[in-house]
Every structure is written in structure tokens, then in C-alpha cells.
């Protein structure tokens, strides 16, 4: 794994796709690398966000490369002036879902917003 190309956000190929925000997420206990996927081909654009598990070890190395921690909050971040919020993807670790977010103003960022799944009875 290039630690320092996911830290840095270079273009992958110099091509129509690249990639955009990443960040680490620790959750009960589990370590996991977000990594967004921006594609822009002749009008066509997609935001995707692929997840990864990974070791405690991967984590710090990303970390210590550069790669952000990922913001977990309970509240769905609200787009101001100069700053967009879209909706990405959702995913399931334990008895959570976490929605993830793309925020993007001056930077680039994903933040996951921790929501409690329902009981079944």
C-alpha cells in the first residue's frame, strides 16, 4: 500500500479519476481506511466512496503519513457559505450505521455521522 500517494491525493493514470478525501476511522475496536473516488468524463461525475478494513499497524502508518483521522459525529453536518455537504454512501460496523458525508470548502473531507440501529422484536 503507497501510504504517501492516499496521503498526498495524487491523480491516479493523470486521468478522468481521481482520488479525493480519505481518512482513517477507528470503531469498536476496528481500524478502516475511507477513500473517496472522484470520476469527471465528458460531463459524466461520480462520487464514490470505497471502504476498507484494515490492522491497527496499516492505521498508524496511514496516520503517520498524512492521512487524516476521520471526524465521527451524531449530528449531519448543515452546508453554509462556501461550504457543500453531499451524502455519499452508508455503512455498518457493530450496532451502528455511520452515513458517510463529503464536506467540502477550503479542503476536502469525509465525516461519518454515527446513527443507532433499530431494534427488531
Known sequence: MDYEQ???R????????MIGATCVAQID?????????EIEVMGFEREEV????????QAAALIAAGVMRCQIVTR???????QEVNLICVFVVGQNAF???NVENATDRLVLV????????
Open 6 to 8: 492516499i496521503a498526498s
Open 10 to 17: 495524487k491523480p491516479t493514470c493523470n486521468g478522468p479519476i
Open 29 to 37: 475496536g476496528r481500524f478502516f481506511l475511507l477513500i473517496e473516488i
Open 50 to 57: 470505497i471502504i476498507f478494513q484494515i490492522t491497527a499497524a
Open 76 to 82: 449531519i453536518p448543515t452546508p453554509g457559505p462556501g
Open 99 to 101: 452515513l458517510v458525508f
Open 114 to 121: 454515527r446513527v443507532p440501529l433499530c431494534t427488531i422484536i
